[in-house]
Nanobody, 121 residues
Framework: QVQLVESGGGLVQPGGSLRLSCAAS????????MDWYRQAPGKQRELVAV???????NYADSVKGRFTISADNAKNTIYLQMNSLKPEDTAVYYC???????????????WGQGTQVTVPS
């Protein structure tokens, strides 16, 4: 019931910045929180940042102080501002939405298609 589309990935030199966007559509009111995950080749997918429907945020230790998650509710969009990028940040970044379907206890668990971020060594 929720569709997510990421954009904004690309190739950035070490120390550079990127801003990822994730536009949500569908049953927006079902969303309790949205997350950014990333997955590097041969590695497990890891949680990068979280934002709740109350505006609380949390970050993985590896990105704390460098990345910022935010939301523009009028645009149904969340962002991940990535500064001071490092080669180890290279991964496919995925947007994730979670919550409960309106009027039920059916879990909502939606993923975007992913966007590639590359920071060369």
């Amino acid at each position: 019931q929720v569709q997510l589309v990421e954009s904004g990935g690309g190739l950035v030199q070490p120390g550079g910045s990127l801003r990822l966007s994730c536009a949500a559509s569908g049953s927006i009111s079902s969303i309790n929180a949205m997350d950014w995950y990333r997955q590097a080749p041969g590695k497990q997918r890891e949680l990068v940042a979280v934002i709740t429907n109350r505006g609380s945020t949390n970050y993985a230790d590896s990105v704390k102080g460098r990345f910022t998650i935010s939301a523009d509710n009028a645009k149904n969009t969340i962002y991940l501002q990535m500064n001071s990028l490092k080669p180890e940040d290279t991964a496919v970044y995925y947007c994730h939405a979670r919550g409960l379907v309106d009027g039920s206890r059916i879990p909502l668990d939606s993923w975007g298609q992913g966007t590639q971020v590359t920071v060369p060594s």
